[in-house]
């Protein structure tokens, strides 16, 4: 049955809390969603189990969407997740229209959030089990589309790319093997037998990069970017600009990633800003600060949210890691997620349900009414703004991890990202490779050893070579595509 | 003149700027270094212990390094054909060699400043060690001996109100513990 979407007036007050706590975490980099909810859990326990539920899921989505801001005002993605919004975003910034990037980021996050919930809400169970046809040979092949996507379209050389996304893949293999237990590469450190952890490398490759870059760029004067007026008729004229494709194309990609147990947010939007770039009619603009490249990923990564709720709430499996800590919350509250909350009906359905529809017409009216705040932000002078950002940054790491040696590994990023800053390696492939390589190495392990060392297992299966053979495909029509845009 | 005035997303085409990347030297240099790493990469996949039923854990790093050093190696070629001999483009030439060189120690410098800081964050605390941290990159960016002294207390005070009161994260008292 359809659960009952408009929320009780007493929960309001629980859902604003939770998108604005949810959008200035996420809006901080280095803090996301899942330290948000992980720090507010024990709190919830003193609420009923609505609210709480109304809580997170606000968390959830003001998390998501804030961490668009800082890629866009700052060049630091707030999550891995807002990486690619960084591109376009922060590019159309430097051109004086950030108003304009952060309206457009809250209006995709709007519309890819609505889209990822009505899918949610009519077709969840039903998603849930095509989800639990993926199993190793096609997780393994949905993850080289995504590495080869990204690879492929940086806006610097392909073969840069492609190195790139090896390095990342290479800090990946750092730590204990997750199927064997024999430990790789982490020097007798009893830190790195767990990895690499994310967000240091995250804050590290994007907030102390960009502070050495900005430190090193001598005195000249800056022109602060103009707000520029007539926001709304700005933001619909871009809204228009914008291809049907892109609008349909990237909400359907966020939710059905988001509905893949473990593929996550970020991968909702890499894989989207890359099919975006790759059937533009001008692809070779991606990055100068073009509509398409905010629309796509933030309308993907947001509507990821709602296919990230589908496993959780379906089969009690995590879409993600946001959605892995707010399944912890529900069973702590006692729900038990499964096909039988579905049959049970709208208790506790509907107030999830109701909260997320609602968090995203909040977050459009929040985003919309604080662009101007948002905008005084990049006019804060270089020596107020890089000073905090470098302290903010760092500490986050400390916190994000409990000690002092993710400030160190913080650091050491932030040095190698700015060297390959430097000479032209582009920084978002080797997040995605850090972000996959686990996926990309177990499930290819895995798929080898149940096919008894068969290769011909990733072709056995329809979709797997599909998406194989997509991946293929993709670098060959990119690079026609780039020929074929610098012949005269 | 004082970089105070400087907003994050300013910029000015006659400034002196940092060697930018994409010369065939810099793509020689790059590459050369990722060749070492890859066999440095490579060496340690060797060590890992062999897994019956390959492929076991060392399969996918072995991978890595071989892909690696052929990219490296691809970007060495490039390079060489870009014409390795040019010097890196984009050096500015308005702002004089001496603009460009101290610039371009100010990354080194907060590099260092940062490892120094994760080094000194538990046992000065958090307030000295940032008070500290975020005075020497405010250096970087001005010379206003007021500013030097008000972004420091600024960024601790609002860290320690956005950290400790708002968020209850525990953060290190060191020395004023």
């Known amino acids: 049955m359809t659960p009952d979407l408009l929320l009780s007036p007493e929960l309001l007050p629980f859902l604003v809390g939770g998108v604005l706590l949810g959008i200035m975490v996420g809006a901080v980099p280095g803090l996301t969603a899942t330290l948000a909810i992980s720090l507010l859990l024990p709190l919830t326990f003193q609420l009923a189990t609505a609210p709480a539920i109304v809580m997170m899921t606000g968390i959830f989505t003001g998390g998501i969407y804030g961490g668009s801001i800082a890629a866009i005002i700052l060049r630091i993605p707030g999550t891995p997740a807002s990486a690619m919004t960084m591109l376009d975003g922060h590019a159309m910034a430097q051109g004086g229209r950030t108003g304009l990037a952060i309206a457009l980021a809250t209006f995709s996050s709007f519309v890819g959030g609505v889209f990822g919930g009505v899918v949610l809400v009519l077709f969840a169970p039903q998603l849930a089990r095509v989800a639990l046809t993926f199993q190793s040979p096609e997780m393994f092949a949905l993850v080289v589309l995504a590495l080869v996507a990204v690879a492929t379209v940086s806006p610097e050389s392909l073969l840069k790319g492609t190195t790139a996304t090896v390095i990342g893949l290479m800090l990946a293999t750092v730590g204990i093997d997750r199927l064997v237990p024999v430990p790789r590469y982490t020097f007798t450190s009893v830190d790195l037998l767990v990895g690499v952890p994310l967000i240091p490398v995250v804050i590290g490759l994007f907030a102390v990069a960009e502070l050495l870059h900005q430190s090193g760029e001598p005195a000249h004067r800056g022109d602060a970017p103009e707000v520029g007026s007539g926001r709304l008729a700005a933001l619909w004229r871009e809204v228009r600009s914008v291809g049907v494709g892109v609008w349909v194309k990237s909400p359907v990609i966020g939710t059905l990633v988001g509905a893949l147990p473990g593929a996550g947010a970020a991968m909702a939007a890499f894989l989207s800003y890359s099919e975006a770039k790759r059937s533009s009619d001008a692809p070779e603009r991606f990055g100068s600060g073009v509509a398409e490249g905010i629309v796509a990923p933030e309308s993907a990564n947001n509507a990821m949210t709602g296919g990230a709720f589908i496993p959780m709430l379906a089969l009690g499996i995590p879409g993600d890691a946001v959605t892995a800590v707010i399944l912890g919350g529900l069973v702590m509250h006692g729900v038990t997620p499964g096909p039988q909350l579905f049959d049970q009906g709208s208790v506790l359905l509907g107030p999830l349900f109701g909260a997320y529809f609602w968090s995203y017409v909040l977050i459009l009216i929040f985003g919309l009414a604080l662009i101007p705040l948002f905008v005084r932000i990049t006019r804060i002078p270089r020596a107020m703004l890089f000073p905090f950002i470098g302290a903010l940054a760092v500490i986050s790491a400390f916190t994000s991890e409990g000690t002092t040696f993710a400030m160190y590994l913080t650091a050491a990023v932030g040095v190698l990202g700015f060297v390959l800053r430097r000479y032209g390696y582009p920084l978002i492939p080797v997040l995605l490779g850090l972000i996959l390589g686990p996926m990309l190495e177990s499930n290819f392990r895995r798929s080898m050893i149940l096919s008894e060392g068969d290769p011909s297992v990733f072709l056995r299966s329809p979709v797997a070579a599909v998406l194989l053979l997509a991946a293929a495909a993709f670098p060959l029509l990119v690079l026609r595509r780039r020929n074929s845009a610098a012949r005269p | ?177």
Do not use: C
Not at chain 2, 44 to 52: E, N, Y
């Open chain 2, 1 to 177: 003149m004082d970089r105070l005035t400087q907003t994050p997303s300013g910029g000015d085409a006659h400034a002196p700027r940092l060697p930018q990347a994409g010369s065939g030297r810099d793509d020689v240099a790059s590459g050369g270094v990722l060749l070492l790493v890859a066999l440095a990469y490579g060496a340690g996949a060797t060590r890992i212990p062999a897994q019956v039923g390959e492929p076991g854990p060392g399969f996918m790093p072995l991978t890595l390094a071989v892909l690696l050093a052929a990219l490296a190696i691809a970007i060495i070629v490039g390079g060489v054909k870009n014409g390795a001999g040019r010097g890196a483009k984009g050096n500015g030439s308005s702002g004089g060699a001496g603009g460009v060189f101290a610039a371009a120690g100010r990354p080194w410098f907060a590099a260092l400043a940062t490892i120094v800081f994760a080094a000194l964050f538990e046992p000065l605390g958090f307030v000295l060690s940032t008070l500290g941290y975020s005075g020497y990159l405010t250096s970087l960016f001005t010379e206003d001996r007021k500013h030097r002294v008000a972004v420091p207390v600024f960024v601790v005070t609002v860290l320690f109100v956005f950290f400790r009161l708002a968020l209850g994260v525990r953060l290190p008292t060191g020395l004023l513990g």
